[in-house]
């Protein structure tokens, strides 16, 4: 089945410092991909929609200057959390959906990344 | 707007039954998933309905009525690692694509 990877699976960082996430997908190609954000014993919830060649789609909420969001290519979509702070922590989660057995909206999820701002 | 409801919490026998159920009020429905995610881990698909009725694989199984806006998952000869958090999620076709939305989540705990 499809493959996406996360990294790092997990990072703890400075208040005010920025991070970066990269969401990959190992055996087919995505053209979009999706980031999550869960926090704990909560749902998931959608942040962004990462469009490869364009600019991303943020959920209402979502600031994309805080959130910034690149698909340079058909395989990696990258998450760079900056100027964090302490409520930013939470697990967050990449896919990308591929046409699956049972769905072409079938998505595959990464392993997730869970950071904590301290 | 979009809102799926899932019960909070639930708790089972090992090698009994239980039904998970998902209401939802959304527009622009293009079918339904459930994922399974235990702590810490990506959710990973159990099931997809688009059309109305059962859909049966193993010991899972997923029900959908598109005009009562409901679905359930259906477990059966539960066993302890099926402890984990089932999700609802709706895939809602929008002017930018199909994107899920996901329910608030059902923690199930399978005790002995």
């Known amino acids: 089945g499809a493959v996406v990877s996360q990294h790092p699976s997990w990072v703890i960082c400075k208040s005010g410092t920025s991070v970066k996430i990269e969401c990959r997908s190992l055996?087919?190609?995505?053209?979009?991909m999706f980031w999550y954000r869960q926090f704990p014993k909560q749902s998931l919830m959608l942040m962004a929609t990462?469009?490869?060649?364009?600019?991303?789609?943020?959920e209402q909420g979502v600031e994309k200057d805080k959130f910034l969001i690149n698909h340079a290519s058909l395989t990696l979509s990258t998450l760079t959390v900056t100027s964090a702070h302490p409520e930013d922590s939470s697990f967050y989660i990449c896919?990308?959906?591929?046409?699956?057995?049972?769905?072409?909206?079938?998505?595959?999820f990464g392993p997730g990344t869970r950071l904590t701002v301290t | 707007g979009q809102n799926i409801d899932q019960p909070t919490e639930m708790t089972a026998t090992e090698g009994a039954i239980v039904q998970i159920n998902c209401t939802y009020q959304?527009?622009?429905?293009?079918?339904l998933f459930w994922y399974q995610q235990h702590a810490g881990e990506a959710p990973t698909f159990l099931s997809y309905?688009?059309?109305?009725g059962l859909e049966e694989k193993g010991r899972f199984s997923s029900f959908l009525s598109r005009s009562k806006g409901y679905s359930y998952l259906l477990l059966k000869e539960l066993q302890m690692k099926d402890s984990a958090s089932y999700l609802c999620?709706?895939?809602?076709?929008?002017?930018?694509?199909?994107?899920?939305?996901f329910g608030t989540g059902t923690q199930l705990k399978v005790e002995l």
């Open positions: 896919s990308a959906p591929q046409a699956g057995r049972t769905s072409s909206y079938e998505q595959y």
């Open positions: 055996d087919f190609q995505a053209t979009t």
């Open positions: 990462s469009n490869e060649g364009s600019k991303a789609t943020y």
């Open positions: 959304t527009s622009g429905f293009n079918g």
């Open positions: 309905n688009v059309l109305d």
């Open positions: 999620a709706v895939n809602i076709l929008t002017g930018g694509g199909n994107k899920l939305t």
